[in-house]
């Protein structure tokens, strides 16, 4: 195991207090892993979701109301902190928005943050919560969806790379599940799925929108999160040797929606409606196709187990 993943938010359930953190940094360093922080302010958003559900505040957009930038923002400053103190271990932080004001004058100080960003967040705002009941709670995930001025502080991170990489824990609850909340969204299971469009989503509006070139597209899309986790070159690579997995666009097709081909059962696909050039065309692996268009062509058993890599010691 060379990374884990730990919670700044959520407290009584998954939150961890600064000092265990830190330990588990330090932990971390020794073992060669990374440790992926989910980056808010638990205690201040656990206050503010109670204060808004007793005011009868039960929307979905009460999701977003309880979860303002300066909650993610703080809790991105600490973790920085934390990381960047003598023993402490890389931190992979699931933060946005505020936080690249944070991050890009320090990444010099010995390589040890890397910070990715989620799909849905580059292309969705925070007017998704002002839909109808069933369609907002589809967009009940942490972070929330933020004003749309704010994705170009995104687009303008990845660019430049304060953002490595665009990846998602992709939670792909069924719409029923999300009615569990129809009448207090802080009863509805916090996330959603992703992991089937960040191609298509990249593509048609980084680099057709010119704001991405081909190479960072593959590097944020496939590279940096195989170094990242220890698997390249055997994965984010086509070099001999490796898994050789490709997957590739289609970029000459007229406009269309952008999930309309993604496997699916849950439901819940948060860029439906979403309208785009650029179909995923079939995939392949080691000379051998693995997916045609909306069908996995899989074998049981076919797969390898992949050891990663532990990290090197942080510099300095």
């Given at each position: 195991m060379t990374s884990l993943k730990l919670f700044m938010a959520y407290p009584d359930r998954l939150m961890l207090d600064d000092g265990a953190i830190f330990r588990a940094m330090e932990i971390s360093r020794d073992l060669g892993?990374?440790?992926c922080l989910h980056a808010e302010t638990g205690n201040v958003v656990d206050a503010l979701v109670r204060g808004a559900v007793a005011a009868g505040h039960t929307a979905p957009r009460y999701h977003a109301a309880t979860r303002p930038p300066e909650v993610e923002?703080?809790?991105?400053?600490?973790?920085?902190?934390?990381a960047s103190s003598p023993g402490a271990r890389s931190t992979s932080s699931t933060c946005r928005r505020r936080a690249p004001r944070y991050t890009s004058p320090r990444r010099d100080a010995a390589d040890r943050r890397v910070r990715r960003d989620v799909p849905a967040v580059l292309c969705l705002d925070e007017s998704a919560y002002e839909r109808d009941l069933m369609e907002a709670a589809k967009y009940v995930m942490s972070p929330p969806l933020r004003p749309r001025w704010m994705q170009a502080w995104l687009w303008e991170a990845l660019e430049q790379a304060d953002l490595q990489a665009v990846g998602t824990d992709h939670c792909p609850f069924w719409l029923r599940d999300k009615a569990r909340g129809r009448d207090d969204f802080s009863k509805m299971p916090n996330g959603a799925p992703g992991i089937e469009h960040r191609l298509a989503l990249l593509y048609d509006r980084g680099v057709?929108?010119?704001?991405?070139?081909?190479?960072r597209l593959v590097d944020v899309f496939a590279a940096a999160p195989a170094r990242i986790f220890g698997l390249y070159p055997k994965k984010g690579a086509l070099e001999p040797g490796s898994d050789r997995r490709r997957r590739g666009v289609r970029s000459g097709n007229p406009p269309h929606d952008l999930d309309g081909d993604a496997p699916d059962a849950c439901g819940l696909r948060p860029v439906r409606g979403l309208r785009g050039r650029g179909r995923r065309r079939n995939g392949r692996c080691a000379r051998r196709g693995h997916r045609r268009a909306r069908d996995v062509r899989g074998r049981a058993g076919r797969g390898t187990f992949l050891r990663r890599a532990p990290h090197p010691p942080p510099r300095g």
């Amino acid at each position: 195991m060379t990374s884990l993943k730990l919670f700044m938010a959520y407290p009584d359930r998954l939150m961890l207090d600064d000092g265990a953190i830190f330990r588990a940094m330090e932990i971390s360093r020794d073992l060669g892993a990374i440790v992926c922080l989910h980056a808010e302010t638990g205690n201040v958003v656990d206050a503010l979701v109670r204060g808004a559900v007793a005011a009868g505040h039960t929307a979905p957009r009460y999701h977003a109301a309880t979860r303002p930038p300066e909650v993610e923002a703080e809790a991105v400053q600490r973790a920085i902190t934390l990381a960047s103190s003598p023993g402490a271990r890389s931190t992979s932080s699931t933060c946005r928005r505020r936080a690249p004001r944070y991050t890009s004058p320090r990444r010099d100080a010995a390589d040890r943050r890397v910070r990715r960003d989620v799909p849905a967040v580059l292309c969705l705002d925070e007017s998704a919560y002002e839909r109808d009941l069933m369609e907002a709670a589809k967009y009940v995930m942490s972070p929330p969806l933020r004003p749309r001025w704010m994705q170009a502080w995104l687009w303008e991170a990845l660019e430049q790379a304060d953002l490595q990489a665009v990846g998602t824990d992709h939670c792909p609850f069924w719409l029923r599940d999300k009615a569990r909340g129809r009448d207090d969204f802080s009863k509805m299971p916090n996330g959603a799925p992703g992991i089937e469009h960040r191609l298509a989503l990249l593509y048609d509006r980084g680099v057709r929108a010119g704001r991405l070139s081909w190479p960072r597209l593959v590097d944020v899309f496939a590279a940096a999160p195989a170094r990242i986790f220890g698997l390249y070159p055997k994965k984010g690579a086509l070099e001999p040797g490796s898994d050789r997995r490709r997957r590739g666009v289609r970029s000459g097709n007229p406009p269309h929606d952008l999930d309309g081909d993604a496997p699916d059962a849950c439901g819940l696909r948060p860029v439906r409606g979403l309208r785009g050039r650029g179909r995923r065309r079939n995939g392949r692996c080691a000379r051998r196709g693995h997916r045609r268009a909306r069908d996995v062509r899989g074998r049981a058993g076919r797969g390898t187990f992949l050891r990663r890599a532990p990290h090197p010691p942080p510099r300095g």
